[in-house]
């Protein structure tokens, strides 16, 4: 079983930027792919960005290209998430969430994702 907490989200004015950290219990959390969601109110949750077990893959969304950036630290359970230039577009629940599938691919997909956390609240002001 794999549990998952985020933390870094905040109030943050457009043009800022917020890390947003994943940490993981489990010891299979360093193989397994992982993946940055959001959901804004009203809105259908999203793909951000993901990551394969050994970071050297990864996936972003058109949205986020040249802003966001996802790695992960197995050493330390953590996947991070560094978000630059935040537009209030971006604002929403922030979601990390692991495939279990040891040494599997990056997927963009959330159906392909079993385990989530709860979410971090992001919040760009304008």
């Known amino acids: 079983q794999v549990q998952l907490v985020e933390s870094g989200g905040g109030l943050v004015q457009a043009g800022g930027s917020l890390r947003l950290s994943c940490t993981a219990s489990?010891?299979?959390?360093?193989?397994?792919?992982t993946g940055w969601f959001r959901q804004a109110p009203g809105k259908e949750r999203e793909f951000v960005a993901a990551?394969?077990?050994?970071?050297?893959?990864?996936y972003h969304a058109d949205s986020v290209k040249g802003r966001f950036t996802i790695s992960r630290d197995n050493a330390k359970n953590t996947v991070n998430l560094q978000m630059n230039s935040l537009k209030p577009a971006d604002t929403g629940v922030y979601y990390c969430?692991?495939?279990?599938?040891?040494?599997?691919?990056?997927?963009?997909?959330?159906?392909?994702?079993?385990?989530w956390g709860q979410g971090t609240q992001v919040t760009v002001s304008s």
């Open positions: 990551i394969n077990w050994s970071g050297d893959i990864t």
């Open positions: 969430a692991a495939v279990h599938n040891p040494r599997g691919a990056a997927r963009r997909s959330y159906i392909a994702y079993d385990y």
């Open positions: 489990g010891r299979t959390f360093s193989s397994l792919p």
